[in-house]
Structures are given as C-alpha cells and as structure tokens.
C-alpha cells in the first residue's frame, strides 16, 4: 500500500516563529488534507489540497503531486498551534481509503 | 464544513461486554465511512470501510468478528466491538465522505474506549 511519511517528527517552536511541515507520499493520490489533532483528539480540518497552493490566516498550505510532497507553512505559532498535525491521502487503488501519515507533534512555547 | 457527530466519547466497559460507537453525518449524506483506530502517541490506523447497505471491507489483520461495522443508512454507521478484552482499549474514530471519494473527508469526535 501507499506509504505516507511526515517530518520532522518533533518540533519545538517559540511563540512568534515560523516552521514547515512536510508531508511525502509514496504513490499517485487524488485528494491529500492536513489536519490538527487537539488534546482532546478531535481531528480539525485544515487544508483539502490535492494541488496548488492554499492559505487561511496564519496557516497555508502547497501540494506538489507530481513530486508526491506537500508542505504545510505555520506563521507567527501561538501556543494554541499545539498538538499533533497530519496529512492524510486519499488513493485509488484495489479499493479507495484515506491512509494517514506518520504525523508531527508540535509543541509551541512561551 | 460538514458535521459529523460520533458518540459517546469516552466509554468504560468490562472485559467480555460488547460496545455500540455511532457515528452520524449531520448535514450531508455519506455513502462511505471509514473507521480508525488510534493508539497513544501513534498515527490513526485505518480499520475498515463501509459503504451504505453493503459489507464493509476490512484491512488485514483487523478481525472482522470482533469489530461489527453496519451502515445502514446515509447518515449512520455504527462499530460494535464485541466481546471486548483490556487490548480492545483505544481511541476509535469515524470519518466520512460524500458520494465522491474525492472530496473532503471529515471527522467524528472519537470515542476512547477503555475495557477494564
């Protein structure tokens, strides 16, 4: 099956800064979203992005399917951006399934 | 975006007991659902797929007789972990899409299982 890998795993950001998020896959995909994972584990939609480049306040987001990576850029992190981000992707192979990438935990500090 | 409702979201049950999760689209129609499982620090595992008054397809080793997935209607699909054991203890979680598979995916809230 498609292999969906996220990097870095771990990131620890001071309030105010700026990080990259990037998400490659193994295979040719029809749909890719990234989400946010709260404490409470609630899924937050944030981006559906199967290509092209997308923004929405602080958050965009810019999918290259043709090279099989997408990147989500976070600006000015506040501490509510805490919690664990993951892409997910949505193939068609023996069957259609939305298979989740490893994920990143990011922790934003004082 | 569209809602879709999961519950309940916790659920603490004893060993060789059976557990309904519902999850219910609010606003849309789903024609397939999928179930997730998702352990402490871990990414989700994709569980199996339901489709409206079909069987549902699972993924390889997950147990087909210990997990019951029904999706009788657009707007209802229910998980059903029978005769559940401490292993059993996890986060399930139900997404949904509409009649395209190429569109956006959404999320119930979870239910955390927890079999003592």
């Known amino acids: 099956g498609i292999q969906v890998e996220q990097s870095p795993p771990d990131l620890i950001l001071q309030e105010g800064a700026n990080s990259t998020l990037r998400c490659n896959f193994s295979?040719?995909?029809?749909?890719l979203q990234w989400f946010h994972q709260n404490p409470w584990g609630q899924l937050i939609n944030l981006f559906y992005i199967p290509s092209g480049t997308k923004q929405n306040g602080r958050l965009s987001a810019t999918t290259v399917a043709t090279e099989r990576y997408s990147l989500l850029y976070i600006s000015s992190s506040q501490t509510t951006d805490s919690g664990v981000y993951f892409c997910a992707v949505l193939y068609t192979g023996t069957a259609s399934k939305l298979t989740f990438g490893t994920g990143t935990r990011l922790q934003v500090t004082l | 975006g569209a809602v879709v409702s999961q519950h309940p979201s916790r659920v603490i049950c004893k060993s060789g007991t059976s557990v309904k999760i519902e999850c219910r689209s609010l606003d849309f129609q789903a024609t397939t659902m999928f179930w997730y499982r998702q352990f402490p620090k871990q990414s989700l595992m994709l569980m199996a797929t339901?489709?409206?008054?079909?069987?549902?397809?699972?993924e390889q080793g997950v147990e087909k007789d210990k997990f019951l997935i029904n999706h009788a209607s657009l707007t209802l699909s229910t998980l059903t972990v029978t005769s559940a054991h401490p292993e059993d203890s996890s986060f399930y979680i139900c997404?949904?899409?509409?009649?395209?598979?190429?569109?956006?995916?959404?999320f119930g809230q979870g239910t955390r299982l927890t079999v003592v």
């Open positions: 295979d040719s995909v029809n749909n």
């Open positions: 997404s949904a899409v509409t009649g395209s598979l190429n569109t956006e995916a959404f």
């Open positions: 339901s489709n409206e008054g079909s069987k549902a397809t699972y």
